[in-house]
């Protein structure tokens, strides 16, 4: 049987930003981290950008 898949539900604020650091670094176990978009002005324009622009460069394990 194989591992469960584990999770996490990215809102692109402060604290999933802290949790996607802690998983880059190996701190936390989550490898799959999931932002959905369910329409063009359900985000804040700006959280967009940050994601945007933070997916081109994630942050490094060391």
């Known amino acids: 049987m194989s591992e469960p898949l584990t999770t996490f539900s990215f809102g ?5 930003v802290a949790c996607f ?4 670094t190996g701190l ?9 978009n369910v ?3 359900s985000e804040h324009p700006a959280t967009l950008d940050y994601l945007s622009l933070q997916s ?3 942050p490094s394990a060391g």
């Open 56 to 58: 081109r460069q994630p």
């Open 39 to 41: 329409a063009d002005d």
């Open 21 to 24: 650091v802690l998983a880059a």
């Open 12 to 16: 692109g604020g402060v604290q999933s």
């Open 28 to 36: 936390i176990p989550y490898r799959i981290f999931l932002f959905v």
